[in-house]
């Protein structure tokens, strides 16, 4: 949407919004409703998509090589730099992230995992083109990688480039229908498209395999109140705030009491779609 992270732009972002909801991951549309004077200003939030998460789930163990086997004596540091590599994605330290996948890709030219991990810190630093040749080189090595997929899509929709997200995304829930991180990252696109009833199909998709994902809550009442259904806004809104109190992220939990109380209020209009 206009674009956890995480989202998302138009989401087809030309940077991520530097406000709470960019920090907290929640979407906000382009022509979503105006919650402050800061989301007001602001141009292009970070996607739901959470990239750490996605590659936590990858992060198990080492990605298998496809073209050549790693000097048994040089594994040691292989394992190290993207043990390294992973600790400094998670802790926000992504030029560091981004050396480190760097110098597991100089052990193992051909590291999926090297690829995929420095792909994520390149997103994170808005570099998106790079991203997308890193994930590309994934693919080519791993054809059905679906994290790979909705991380490229990502990068795409961070360009503009709507299209190529698109045929990403779709590939992604192709390959698996139950992922969730999918689900959210089209939506949002389809938000941005105007494709409002698209993007509630996404969501209410994207929940029913989470149900729990308090960013995508908080998102569908957006797409909701869009549409005027403000009563399912406010349901919407109101496990999320609960979700998010819970969570311990009390700024998110904030807008979505406001949102609510706006919307009761009748004074909750919507922003005029960004340029």
């Known amino acids: ?8 732009p138009r989401w ?10 960019a920090v907290l991951g929640l979407v906000v549309p382009r022509g979503m409703m105006q919650l402050s004077q800061q989301t007001a200003n602001a141009t292009t939030p970070i996607p739901a998509y959470v990239f750490a998460n996605s590659f936590r789930l990858a992060a198990m163990g080492l990605a298998p090589s496809t073209k050549r086997s790693i000097d048994p004596s040089r594994t040691a540091d292989l394992k190290a730099a993207i043990a390294d590599g992973t600790a400094a994605l998670e802790a926000g330290d992504y030029a560091k992230a981004q050396a480190e996948f760097s110098k597991a890709l100089e052990l193992q030219p051909d590291s999926i995992f090297g690829y995929h991990g420095r792909a994520l810190s390149r997103l994170r ?4 083109e790079a991203a ?6 994934v693919l080519d090595r791993s054809p059905d990688d679906v994290r790979a997929f909705a991380n490229r899509g990502s990068a795409y929709h961070a360009l503009g480039k709507t299209r190529n997200a698109m045929i990403d995304y779709n590939r992604a829930i192709a390959l698996q229908p139950d992922y969730d991180i999918a689900f959210v990252n089209r939506g949002s696109l389809h938000f941005d498209l105007g494709n409002y009833e698209h993007a509630l199909a996404d969501f209410d998709r994207a929940i029913a395999l989470n149900a729990s994902d308090s960013k995508t809550l ?3 009442a957006m797409v909701l109140a869009q549409l005027q259904q403000f009563d399912k806004a406010v349901l919407d809104l109101e496990v999320a705030e609960g979700l998010f109190q819970k969570q311990d992220q009390l700024e998110a939990a904030k807008l979505s009491r406001q949102a609510i109380d706006q919307i009761e209020a009748g004074t909750f209009d919507p922003m005029a779609p960004m340029p």
């Open 218 to 220: 908080y998102n569908r």
């Open 132 to 137: 997308i040749a890193d994930l590309t080189e």
């Open 125 to 128: 630093m808005q570099q998106y």
């Open 1 to 8: 949407m206009n674009h956890s992270t995480d989202t998302h």
């Open 12 to 21: 087809g972002y030309a940077g991520f919004l530097v406000s709470a909801l």
